[in-house]
């Protein structure tokens, strides 16, 4: 982002920089800046230029839902009074910056992601937008298409792993369409959880992914996401005892969701097509992620027995 941009969009909430601007990490699908003003610190998130005004203004709805219950940083109203602003063909919003202390243990992030899912029951935002998150059906079929359309060898071999996991180990169809849906934050990882020094606070940024969705497949997700392959068989077992039973303290889990998330997990997760790229360049060529997701599908199959007998032990 450059100043000029970022100074078109400060005008619009009567703000000016009072100093240089600093990119953050990530920015997977936006990008963000610190920048210093009059009024402190303050962070410009400008969105994916592919999401369109109705993407954007969920995304800054549930944001501002989260803030209001302390679980977000506040953004910012323009000076007429909307969550975003628009920079030629970029929406914009802006926040309070929270210089975070230290990353979350998987507990800490159950717990503050139990108090998010619970919030989020009360989250009606206005306006109508397609879900970020979307579950195939039937699981296979995306894959399928993919592979209709693409002739490198490659990635038809990794399309038919994926179309054999699902069939041994996936929910059928009439399975996935009996998950209820609720609101997620879509993206809950250790980098999405700010833990400030004080007072301790425990804030999620990013919601650019926000959807309806089932909620026992963003635990196991955010989960997989606090932790390293590799984990000895005993402590991963352990280590995901603990991790549900912290978000059970807070927003009980019930039998149903406990039976199913793990091949929820795992049907999700294997159904994904973002990792190939057919002829017509529908999707984006990521080799070292779809590596990254091969290892870690594989690893979790591996280990999908003992999650799946700790995800349905009864709680004390």
Not at 95 to 103: Q, S, T
Not at 240 to 260: E, G, Q
Not at 277 to 290: D, K, N, S
Request: proline fraction near 7%.
């Amino acid at each position: 982002m450059g100043t000029t941009e970022l100074s078109a969009c400060l005008r619009q909430y009567g703000l000016q920089a009072s100093g240089p601007a600093r990119l953050l990490p990530g920015g997977h699908v936006g990008q963000s800046a610190v920048l210093p003003t009059a009024q402190g610190l303050l962070v410009v998130k400008r969105f994916n230029r592919r999401y369109d005004p109705a993407r954007v203004q969920l995304a800054a709805q549930a944001h501002q839902h989260a803030s209001r219950a302390g679980l977000a940083p506040p953004l910012r109203l323009t000076q007429d009074d909307q969550w975003t602003a628009q920079v030629d063909d970029a929406t914009y919003t802006v926040a309070e910056y929270v210089d975070h202390a230290e990353r979350a243990g998987p507990a800490s992030f159950a717990s503050a992601l139990a108090a998010l899912h619970s919030h989020f029951d009360g989250f009606s935002p206005q306006g109508r937008c397609a879900d970020f998150l979307q579950l195939p059906d039937p699981p296979a079929a995306d894959l399928e298409r993919i592979r209709r359309q693409t002739h490198d060898a490659a990635s038809r071999e990794a399309i038919d792993w994926r179309i054999k996991i699902l069939a041994e180990f996936g929910l059928d169809a009439q399975s996935l369409a009996a998950v209820p849906r609720s609101w997620v934050h879509g993206d809950a990882r250790l980098d999405n959880l700010l833990i400030t020094r004080s007072p301790d606070r425990r804030l999620f940024i990013d919601f650019d992914q926000v959807s309806r969705f089932p909620r026992p497949y963003e635990i196991v997700r955010a989960f997989m996401a606090c932790i390293s392959p590799g984990l000895s068989a005993p402590l991963l077992g352990s280590t995901f005892r603990d991790y549900l039973n912290a978000y059970h303290a807070v927003a009980p889990i019930p039998a149903t969701d406990r039976a199913i998330m793990i091949d929820l997990y795992l049907t999700v997760q294997a159904a994904e097509t973002r990792t190939f790229t057919t002829p017509e360049g529908e999707i984006r060529g990521m080799p070292a992620f779809a590596a990254a997701r091969h290892q870690q599908l594989t690893w979790f199959i591996e280990h999908s027995g003992l999650l799946r007998g700790v995800a349905e032990e009864a709680q004390p």
